[in-house]
């Protein structure tokens, strides 16, 4: 039943009307090699095209490609896509495709309970089964009744649609990713003109690939049609989103494109010192292609070096930047507090992963605020700020510029790796209303001018502009005498540059927006309160126990150093402040610390987000399987 | 307005090395070789580490960083990639540059970025007071060896050549006129430029270059290098180098007139031996064996990583000369809600 | 007036009857060649010989040798020597030396009112005046009318005292501090045979220079009788000490004994990598001196290299230790993360000096106890314990290889510049009773064996002995399984896994004493609670303050994590908690976010330790120059 | 107990490299060499850092120990001076070894610690997915570099003699007979053996080694060197390496039998020659100019530091047999208070 594109322009549109969907989760999964990426980043581009709101959690392996058919070498790709406001990949899919018995043994247990589960029938040899671990066969036992299962010869059927392409076995086999897509559309009733669009493109110069993958799509399709194995189809009208225009954004692409338009505001040219390391790579690779906007990007020997680099860059007046992950962010600590001493304005960008040490590098976690705050010798304050979702990357990356360039210190951006390969819609802001970043340099003498001159009310120190005649001067780690500039050892002096240290920090909460409340505004019974990437599930949970009649309100925290100035008299409005986190009780212990408040804590140290329904049952009072220490 | 006089160099701060130290000295003939280069003040960087010797920067009336201990070489790639028209010089000790700075140094050296790195080798660590160094000979007894290091040391030239650097040269403190001739060199080379200065420290480690420093022994002792002349020493040049032979790469101590040895089978030098051989060969000649040879050991030219990160990004923006935000954030895939 | 030697073996006692004194306070000070750190150690050695308590504060500036005569090049050493028990070095001198006009500048201002000033007038001269920032000469003004002056010419007359030795002018001038010596000596009524048997064997192969020093300090002596310039002279009593055999111990040499004998108690060969920093390499040094109790010390390249190759060692069954200051443990803390994640016994000291960055390298700060809880990527818990005097390092680090090697961990020493440098009496502990410190070795194969299984009670991981047969395994930096010690990225576990490194640290607090309260045991007014070496300056003032009728208590923890077990109940007897640190409140921050008391901090970071009656203010509720912030 | 085949150093964990890596070749290649040494299997220790190639020692069923990024050679020096009866081996990446690691390498080198090390040298950043590395050809477009990389690379046997390494080897993963051989005298040699091994990664640097491990034309671009022997290559050894001249280290590619060239001109190898010139000059050849070497470049003896420390100990040991903290307690000033 091969049929050739042109006779397929036109796909029958499903059959029947199809049911109306307020929202949907699907996951696919498969071997690192099976392409589930491609597939996820696909469907979610067709469904952002359509106008829904959605969340996707990529969630890969460590291995580069494990082995085929093994349990460590399954890859996933979660995408819920809706027709209302979403904040979160979904708790648990309503459709999970495995593409091989690895696939199936690593996700089944979090597909819902009468979901749709489509199965790659070919790919159940004893083989596969013994390398995932089964004993027997889940497709000839009952382990599987509890859902609505759909094991299809996907391999046969994609080597039927392609048999006339003249590619090779190898080829057609990697176009099942691409039939299952298929399939897929029909289901959700999906145009499949994006797709085709994508693999022009992509396979330009491969024509018979592209060929290849052409039909598997619309073969995939048509199955779905013809076969008649759906008794439903579903669709999943366009979300009410603000007007504007969209794209969608991940967490690292808003976190680069950020620190490019900081640039631009400033009129600086940026730098960007890195090493690569999980999940921050994807960030240098980005500015790496952007340099037609003047970004330096310096793949270092280490992330010493990166940092390094870094400052000598922030020295002499360019947008400095360094990245990494928590282990190459240990190792940064020491040169950080170089630029803390020097008052030099650094932007330092940590992409979390699961530690401690190597960890689990492609899991996500939260557990670096406690390095940020305190991860170098000595007192040594910087500004800590964190995105909450995706695209907000975007906007905090301009932010920590301004704040380092304002007040001349270091900020640490704290990302994760839910948030660095998730992404979102984002509304593409008004370029010309972005926040402004201004760097304010010294480019000629003054008779009293010293490299520690402040500003009396930032308290930052002047930034003279490296080259210009007349300014020549010497900085570096020592302490420095507050009135000259020079080394001092007196103690009355480094009491005195503690606190100028500590008040640039503190000062800053002049400058950053008042914590909102979404809610109960006026205070109530329980509020959330939260940093980071785990915005979405709190933000969902509190929608929900609001329409379940609680009083719970939700607050985040996207400046953590210094916190916004309204936030102890926020806290006290509430009976209970409950503030979930992915490590042990990190903000919780700051603020139990600053505001003596029996915050309670809700922590998960598991590699991956909050599922809504744990924060819903925390908000319910139920025990939870974990309960943060107070630190 | 370029400044002219060494006084011009000076600043007013209080010289806090030991009386006696060579830093002194060094400090002297870089003040002296500045005016003479024709760059304004202004565009001249002093970056250091940590050490007695990275305290140099506070005495060059310059821009100046003192960083912390080892990361000087990281620091001025940043400022030299950023500002690719300052003259960027690293000031750097033994322990700054070869034990925790040495992969910093590698890393500078073979991406040959335009920077001048003046290494001061007192094989000590003069600061923490006297520990030994990764130049120290073996067997030095210090505060952490008390019955002697066992750590065979580095021979920084033999380093820097490992990584490929494109000038290497080497001078001493107390020789103000080649050391000033070297660091002349230095300034003129388009690339990474190692100089070590063998520097006394007459606290922790006295008298550490004496024997070939010592006034009336030292024709014998030192082997100046020139290129394209025989490697000839002593006092009347009358003793060379040469090598053992066409299967060995030996080198000989030879005595013109002896054995019938003539000028004709000294090696004659070629600081620009691409391959870096020649100058390898060199950096392991030292006393008692053979002199010690001092000046400009390599100079070759290739491009440098400054010029190379600037090129692509005038390459690129002259590529999309109409690069802006708008356009970044509105390419690719977008749609209207409306 | 020179004199033989031989004629001067009984010199004359001072005249009249010496007044009584309970104790006195005498700094030393002079320029860094001036000798003044061997002039205050063997007045120091004399005054304990004679039974004195004594506490002692050497003060040396970051140079090695400064430019003579300059401020920074000044160098001091002070001493309080007591009939009584005494715990700091003294708020204010009685007595100060001041060797030349920066001397005089830099420690003026610490002098008591009416207290004995004691100066070289010879080095008075108007270039020295000048480069001291004098504009006129003090010795000729009125500035000095508050103190007992007396100007001497000490060059002069340790010229003439040596005039017939033969030695250079040079080495005559290295001499004035044996004079100086001398004249204290007199004026303390103390006797010289210390000094001329450390000068007989320090000078053994030097017997002219022996000569002169002898002839000097003898003079001294003899000027202080013949001159009679002395209206008084003084008489301190020996101290009512614990009977016992005693000894001087500075904090370093202490730290480095203790390591010894803790690896002598465990059976196990002591290795030690370091890089030498400030104020820490002496620890080194004193290690390596100490091969024949089979210690091995590693001077690394670097820190990481020294934290790396001690990790090796640990992993391989040695006592395993690394030391460094603030900017080193910074760089040490991504390993130290990966000890923390193969759980091995390691112990890191940090020696803690004045930062952030380079800081003030040589003054005395503790402001890395953040760090050392917090200073690595990822939940990353370790122990923590902090020594609280100069003697009591020996016993904290026997403890710290105790708990160490008893649950697998890291544990962190810190310690500080003022304890490492700083001396006191010791009562030379019975070895026999020192405590067992215990490694458990697994050295034949088991059925179930694999490298993380624990101990049910400690939950600490078994010990391999690498190099056993049948026990080969593979451990690393990523996150294991609970049940097989292999590889897991699995979320339950990562969760469990946590939670177990966790609660080896929390299940230590059974193990260790509870603190104890010195004063009101059953609570009152006013707890002082305090860390490190901050616990002279605290006892001294309790004392005091309980003399003068306060209700005031001290309670000092050494162990930092876990905390003892009554802390909680402890802390809730009193009525205020009042935290003394040298920094801005790092233990008041863990522990008003543990307990949710209101504790306050005074909070002093001045590079240098906290005087009595600072402390003693703050209990009387006077406004301190510098409260702490909660963090 | 000595374990005699392959099969005993094999483990249960499932090999998690892409398949048709180049590192399952060295695999095989060190379980096969390794039940010929002689050494029981749990006196063998593999340490490694952070990379694709540092997952080797889950698959050695011997001691092993995943490390951090870089940090092998410190952690394995820690290692082998606490236990100098064992035989410790580092396995590292060209990323691992050369880029964060670099200054560990070249002090382990230094002190000749008797240690294994051998690099996998891929060209590239395998684990974090294809950027570019120290060793990568300049140019390189990566996903860090798409308009190409201008670093100079490392030629990482030059690095390792500018360290002084007392044996420097290269082999390549495919040719399993070499690599062996290659990997015993690795083993034999007492000291810091330092072994870069070419090691294709087919998904993001697939076949950087093609030009000279084809079968086909492998003979004429291959440089087997062996010790004592002429540097002669090609099918028939008709084609060598001669010296420029007795002025020029340069060498030169001839052909036996071309313009008067005879098997006398051709440089005899020596792996012994103490300056490491020799193994310098070598380490500069590559193709397409000259054939690649491979072999045993440098093989000489010096003190290794594992034997410096211990003998130190045993030393002080003798001198004081009866060490006892009493002792030391007691010992220097003390007085009675009663
Ligand atoms: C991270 C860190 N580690 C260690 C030190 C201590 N330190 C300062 S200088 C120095 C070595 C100095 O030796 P060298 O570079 O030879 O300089 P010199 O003083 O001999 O000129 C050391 C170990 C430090 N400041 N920072
Ligand atoms: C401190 C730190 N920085 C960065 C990383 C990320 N990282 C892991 S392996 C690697 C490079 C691997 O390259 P190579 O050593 O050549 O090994 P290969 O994978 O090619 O075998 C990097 C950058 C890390 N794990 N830790
Ligand atoms: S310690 Fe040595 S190197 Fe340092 S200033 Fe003094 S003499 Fe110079
Ligand atoms: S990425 Fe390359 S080096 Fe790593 S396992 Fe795959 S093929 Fe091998
Ligand atoms: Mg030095
Ligand atoms: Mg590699």
């Known amino acids: 039943m091969t049929a050739s594109p042109t006779q397929m322009v036109n796909l029958p549109r499903p059959k029947g009307r199809p049911v109306d969907l307020e929202s949907a989760v699907i996951r696919f999964s498969g071997d690192s090699g099976d392409g589930m990426q491609l597939t996820g980043s696909q469907f979610t581009n067709t469904a952002a095209l359509a106008g829904n709101d959605l969340v996707t959690f990529p969630d890969f392996p460590a291995e580069i490609r494990a082995p085929a058919g093994t349990l460590f070498g399954v890859s996933g790709f979660q995408l819920n896509f809706a027709a209302k406001s979403i904040y979160t990949p979904g708790d648990a899919p309503d459709v999970l495709v495995a593409m091989n018995p690895a696939a199936l043994k690593v996700n089944l247990s979090d597909l819902k309970t009468g979901g749709i589960l489509i199965i790659n029938q070919d790919a159940f040899t004893p083989a596969n089964l013994d390398k995932a671990g089964f004993t027997s066969n889940p497709l000839e036992d009952d382990s599987l009744n509890a859902y609505r299962l759909f094991a299809i010869d996907i391999g046969t059927q994609t080597e039927r649609a392609l048999a006339e392409t003249g590619l090779s076995f190898k080829e057609v086999g990697r176009a099942k990713n691409f039939w299952t897509l298929g399939l897929l559309y029909y289901l959700y009733d999906r145009p499949l003109e994006y797709t085709l669009r994508f693999i022009e493109q992509k396979f330009k110069s491969k024509e018979t690939i592209a060929e290849g993958n052409r039909l598997a799509l619309k073969a995939g399709y048509l199955y779905g049609d013809v076969s008649e194995i759906f008794q439903e189809t579903y669709e999943i009208n366009s979300a009410q989103l603000e007007p504007g225009l969209y794209r969608n954004i991940t967490g690292n692409q808003a976190t680069a494109w950020g620190a490019i338009a900081a640039g631009q505001q400033a009129g600086l040219p940026l730098f960007y010192g890195s090493y690569p390391i999980t999940p921050a790579s994807d960030v240098l690779h980005e500015l790496s292609r952007h340099k037609h906007f003047g970004v330096k990007t310096v793949q270092a020997e280490d992330e010493i070096a990166a940092v390094a680099a870094t400052i000598g860059a922030a020295w002499t007046g360019q947008l400095a930047m360094t990245g990494s992950s928590g282990p190459g962010i240990a190792l940064k600590g020491e040169a950080i507090g170089l630029a803390v001493a020097a008052e030099l304005p650094l932007v330092v960008l940590n992409v979390q992963r699961a530690g401690p040490s190597t960890g689990m590098p492609t899991k996500t976690e939260q557990a670096d605020l406690l390095q940020a705050m305190f991860g170098r010798n000595g007192e040594s304050p910087v500004a800590i700020v964190a995105p909450q979702s995706p695209a907000d990357c975007f906007e905090m990356m301009i932010e920590a510029f301004r704040l380092a360039l304002g007040y001349m210190v270091p900020v640490i951006v704290l990302s994760d790796g839910y948030l660095a390969n998730g992404s979102e819609p984002w509304k593409i802001p008004d370029v010309a209303a972005l926040p402004k970043v201004k760097a304010t340099f010294q480019t000629t003498p003054s008779d009293d001018f010293h490299p520690f001159q402040r500003d009396e009310d930032t308290l930052a120190r002047v930034w003279p502009k490296i080259g210009s005649p007349g300014l020549e001067h010497r900085i570096g780690g020592l302490e420095r005498s507050y009135e000259t500039g020079h080394i001092s050892y007196d103690p009355d002096n480094h009491q005195r540059m503690t606190e100028v240290r500590a008040k640039k920090i503190e000062g800053m909460a002049r400058t950053i927006p008042d914590l909102k409340v979404y809610g109960s505004e006026q205070g109530g019974d329980i509020l959330l309160l939260g940093w980071g990437s785990t915005f979405g599930a709190m933000r969902q949970a509190t929608q929900i126990g609001r329409e379940q009649g609680l009083d719970v309100s939700h607050a985040h925290l996207r400046y953590l150093n210094p916190f916004p100035r309204n936030l102890s008299e926020l806290l006290h409005r509430f009976k209970r402040v409950i503030v979930p986190e992915m490590n042990t009780g990190q903000l919780l212990m700051l603020l139990r610390s600053r505001y003596l408040i029996p915050a309670e804590g809700l922590n998960k140290i598991e590699g991956k987000p909050f599922r809504v329904s744990e924060i819903l049952s925390a908000i319910h009072g139920e025990k939870n399987k974990s309960r943060g220490q107070p630190w | ?338």
Chains 1, 3 share one sequence.
């Open chain 2, 1 to 338: 307005m370029v400044a002219v006089t060494k006084k011009d160099f000076q600043t007013d701060q209080e010289v806090r090395w030991c009386p006696g130290c060579g830093d002194y000295a060094i400090l002297a003939s870089v003040q002296r070789v500045m005016p003479t280069l024709g760059i304004p003040k202004e565009k001249i960087i002093f970056i250091s580490g940590i050490g007695c010797s990275s305290r140099f920067p506070y005495y060059m009336n310059t821009y100046g960083f003192h960083t912390i201990h080892g990361r000087a070489p990281a620091i001025a790639t940043g400022v030299k990639v950023s500002n690719p028209e300052l003259s960027v010089w690293v000031i750097t000790g033994d322990g700054d540059a070869l034990s925790i700075g040495g992969n910093h140094l590698i890393h500078a050296l073979r991406r040959n970025i335009n920077i001048k790195i003046l290494m001061f080798n007192n094989r000590i660590y003069g600061l923490t007071k006297g520990q030994y160094s990764p130049t120290s000979e073996p067997g030095k007894k210090t505060k952490s060896t008390p019955m002697g290091s066992i750590d065979q040391p580095f021979t920084p030239l033999s380093v820097a050549l490992g990584a490929n650097a494109s000038f290497v040269a080497r001078s001493v403190d107390r020789e103000a006129k080649h050391l000033e001739m070297v660091l002349k060199r230095a300034a003129e080379h388009k690339g990474t430029a190692f100089v070590e200065i063998f520097q006394n420290c007459n606290v922790f480690n006295d008298g550490a270059f004496l024997h070939f420093t010592t006034k009336g022994t030292k024709a014998d002792t030192q082997l100046h290098i020139q290129h394209g002349k025989p490697l000839l020493f002593g006092a009347d040049k009358q003793r060379g180098i040469r090598l053992g032979g066409l299967h060995s790469l030996t080198p000989e101590v030879v005595t013109l007139g002896e054995n019938g040895v003539t000028e004709r089978d000294i090696l004659v030098y070629d600081e620009t031996d691409t391959s870096g051989t020649l100058p390898f060969l060199l950096s392991k000649l030292e006393p008692p064996v053979a002199p010690i040879p001092l000046g400009v050991f390599r100079a070759i030219e290739r491009p440098t990583y400054d010029e190379g990160v600037n090129a692509q990004v005038a390459d690129a923006q002259n590529k999309s000369p109409d690069a802006s935000i708008e356009k970044l954030l509105k390419g690719g895939d977008t749609w209207v809600v409306s």
